[in-house]
């Protein structure tokens, strides 16, 4: 099992960045498949990015493509979310997910494990 505790949301300007970063517990953070997804009020959990237990191979969401970057550091048992050009639509609460399997998925069905969340408010 693996917890995971979310940091570095805030309230930025748009056009701005943001680095979000996700500590995991326990000893085998590099088994594990990284994603970070994001949800607003009433609506449905989005994807925005995943990575590799090697950090090899990324994915991301159509909306942030070009924007964000998702990196891992497996000796610091850490993933982050490097935000940039931030727009009022990245509004959301923001949630990194640990998935232990091989495969980069992209649903929430897919992920065993969630941290608690973190606010982005981008502000126009």
């Known amino acids: 099992q693996v917890q995971l505790v979310e940091s570095g949301g805030g309230l930025v300007q748009a056009g701005g960045s943001l680095r979000l970063s996700c500590a995991a517990s326990g000893r085998t953070f590099r088994s594990y498949v990284m994603g970070w997804f994001r949800q607003a009020p009433g609506k449905e959990r989005e994807f925005v990015a995943a990575?590799?237990?090697?950090?090899?191979?990324?994915v991301y969401g159509d909306s942030v493509k070009g924007r964000f970057t998702i990196s891992r550091d497996n000796a610091e048992n850490t993933v982050y979310l490097q935000m940039n050009s931030l727009k009022s639509e990245d509004t959301d609460v923001y949630y990194c997910?640990?998935?232990?399997?091989?495969?980069?998925?992209?649903?929430?069905?897919?992920?065993?494990?969630w941290g608690q969340g973190t606010q982005v408010t981008v502000s126009s």
């Open positions: 990575i590799s237990r090697s950090g090899g191979d990324t």
């Open positions: 997910a640990a998935d232990n399997t091989v495969l980069v998925q992209t649903t929430v069905a897919a992920y065993d494990y």
